[in-house]
């Protein structure tokens, strides 16, 4: 299973989700919610034999070191599993990387005026969450997704995320047969908001299941 960040609640949706194992995750940035689960990876290193792979880019490394610093320090674990075994990977926003066979497309977004983070395209599937703007270039690489995921955080509009209106003007650009709308917060009513959706685009829910074409 490939992982696309590691939230807070990471355990809390593994275990909902029954998932027995993370072989790698991508990181699209570097923010707390996006982060701060990292340490429920540490159990996955006895099913993988060996440290699980993360896939970043240099910045989102250097906050992954500074911020779980206990699991890079140079000293023998008291027992196993007391710390988790992560392998750093870089990656970068123009050029395509493969994770466990499966050839994974960068997408740079803007998350506001001054901040860089990704989203990923997988064959058919794309996922850029967290963003306000998408570059002409990046909109390229989306061609052709048949299942798009876009955030789309409340009504209001925000400086750093696409509200609901600017979320589906980008879905209807993009083309794709399904758009899910996720990054969602407490001011949106699900079922109203979902009813009110044009047809294709509709609100993300936990346990959603997509098939992808690689």
């Known amino acids: 299973m490939i992982l696309v960040d590691t939230p807070p609640d990471l355990r809390t949706q593994?275990?909902?989700?029954?998932?027995?194992?993370?072989?790698?995750?991508?990181?699209?940035?570097?923010?707390?919610?996006?982060?701060?689960?990292?340490?429920?990876?540490?159990?996955?290193?006895?099913?993988?034999?060996?440290?699980?792979p993360l896939y970043c880019e240099p910045h989102v490394e250097a906050r992954i070191r500074k911020s779980f610093d206990y699991a890079f320090t140079e000293r023998v674990p008291t027992h196993p599993g007391a710390t988790p075994q992560l392998e750093c990977r870089t990656i970068g926003p123009d050029e395509p990387f493969d994770v466990l066979g499966v050839s994974v497309?960068?997408?740079?977004?803007?998350?506001?005026?001054?901040?860089?983070?990704?989203?990923?395209?997988?064959?058919?599937?794309?996922?850029?969450?967290?963003?306000?703007?998408?570059?002409?270039?990046?909109?390229?690489?989306?061609?052709?997704?048949?299942?798009?995921?876009?955030?789309?955080?409340?009504?209001?509009?925000?400086?750093?995320?696409?509200?609901?209106?600017q979320a589906v003007e980008v879905a209807r650009q993009v083309g794709a047969q399904q758009t899910w709308l996720t990054h969602i917060c407490h001011d949106l009513d699900h079922g109203p908001t979902t009813q009110s959706l044009p047809d294709g685009i509709d609100l993300a829910y936990d346990g959603l299941r997509v098939d992808i074409r690689l």
């Open 105 to 165: 497309t960068p997408i740079p977004l803007k998350h506001g005026p001054n901040f860089n983070v990704l989203g990923f395209r997988f064959g058919d599937f794309a996922y850029c969450t967290d963003a306000n703007e998408i570059p002409p270039s990046s909109m390229e690489r989306l061609k052709g997704v048949k299942t798009f995921v876009v955030g789309a955080l409340r009504h209001k509009p925000h400086p750093t995320h696409f509200n609901v209106e």
């Open 14 to 52: 593994l275990l909902r989700e029954k998932i027995p194992l993370v072989h790698a995750v991508v990181f699209t940035h570097e923010h707390a919610d996006h982060l701060f689960g990292l340490d429920d990876l540490r159990l996955f290193p006895f099913r993988l034999g060996g440290p699980v």
